[in-house]
């Protein structure tokens, strides 16, 4: 599955279900590496910023 064309808010959605789907550790720093791919190709703080406090919240509501 990928995101369905190189849209950066298509690009930002599907990392959005990526980190839905993350179950433990190792599939968060999965999805991080996606983030840390999707601001060196689209360089958009904003949306980056989101992404990753998206992901650190879904982490630690995970981890409880």
Do not use: E, P
């Not at 999805?31 to 840390?36: F, G, R, Y």
């Not at 601001?39 to 406090?53: A, C, F, N, S, V």
């Amino acid at each position: 599955m990928a995101a369905l064309t190189d849209n950066k808010y298509d690009v930002y959605n599907w990392i959005i279900k990526v980190i839905d789907s993350c179950n433990n550790y190792h599939h968060f720093r999965a999805a991080d590496n996606l983030i840390s791919n999707f601001h060196d190709r689209y360089d958009d703080w904003q949306l980056t910023g989101k992404l990753r406090g998206y992901s650190s919240d879904m982490y630690y509501k995970r981890k409880k």
